[in-house]
């Protein structure tokens, strides 16, 4: 008997291991500007997207969707040159089939301006800014760093989901090994 209830145990906390092990690697989706047809020339300042994105916090692994006419504009990855310049000519990346997901590899600034003819100069941009896994940690309790404040080099990630999971996993094959 006591050996049933030993496995039942062993059992039960494998599958609370497996379940913890995939909340921590749980990437998220981030609907630019929280809601379809967002991407467009703002209203006012305070309309910017930037707003919306420093009350975000995006972490490595998650992703920015743009939903969008794609006949009518496009979504341009940059470098910070060209966000504050509006130049369009040499972007990183095109986008333009409406449905754009880009999925944020590293930390640091994300630049993306609108690809429509003078629709960055009437302020259709956007900064996207990327914590590693420890600081988004350090920082849990603290504001969203500022797109427009940003103006440091980006924080080399010492870790990501990568590791963690790994770690996790190591962990978890230690644990099972133990209880068998």
């Given at each position: 008997m006591?050996?049933?209830?030993?496995?039942?145990?062993?059992?039960?906390?494998?599958?609370?291991?497996?379940?913890?092990l995939l909340s921590f690697t749980d990437a998220r989706d981030h609907l630019v500007g929280g809601k379809t047809d967002s991407w467009k020339i703002p209203s006012s300042e305070s309309d910017s997207l930037n707003?919306?994105?420093?009350?975000?916090?995006?972490?490595?692994?998650?992703?920015?969707?743009?939903?969008?006419d794609g006949k009518k504009d496009s979504v341009l990855e940059v470098s910070k040159r060209d966000y504050v310049t509006c130049n369009t000519s040499s972007p990183i990346a095109v986008h333009n089939d409406g449905n754009t997901k880009i999925?944020?590899?590293h930390s640091g600034a994300y630049y993306f301006i609108s690809g429509a003819k003078g629709h960055c100069e009437q302020g259709q941009k956007l900064i996207v800014v990327t914590l590693s896994e420890k600081n988004m940690r350090r920082f849990a309790d603290a504001p969203a760093p500022s797109p427009v404040e940003?103006?440091?080099?980006?924080?080399?990630p010492s870790s990501n989901a990568v590791s963690l999971k790994a770690s996790l996993v190591v962990a978890f094959g230690v644990l099972v090994g133990f209880w068998m």
């Amino acid at each position: 008997m006591a050996v049933f209830s030993r496995n039942v145990f062993s059992s039960s906390v494998v599958a609370v291991l497996f379940f913890l092990l995939l909340s921590f690697t749980d990437a998220r989706d981030h609907l630019v500007g929280g809601k379809t047809d967002s991407w467009k020339i703002p209203s006012s300042e305070s309309d910017s997207l930037n707003h919306w994105a420093e009350k975000s916090r995006f972490l490595i692994g998650d992703s920015v969707v743009w939903k969008y006419d794609g006949k009518k504009d496009s979504v341009l990855e940059v470098s910070k040159r060209d966000y504050v310049t509006c130049n369009t000519s040499s972007p990183i990346a095109v986008h333009n089939d409406g449905n754009t997901k880009i999925v944020l590899e590293h930390s640091g600034a994300y630049y993306f301006i609108s690809g429509a003819k003078g629709h960055c100069e009437q302020g259709q941009k956007l900064i996207v800014v990327t914590l590693s896994e420890k600081n988004m940690r350090r920082f849990a309790d603290a504001p969203a760093p500022s797109p427009v404040e940003f103006d440091g080099p980006a924080i080399a990630p010492s870790s990501n989901a990568v590791s963690l999971k790994a770690s996790l996993v190591v962990a978890f094959g230690v644990l099972v090994g133990f209880w068998m």
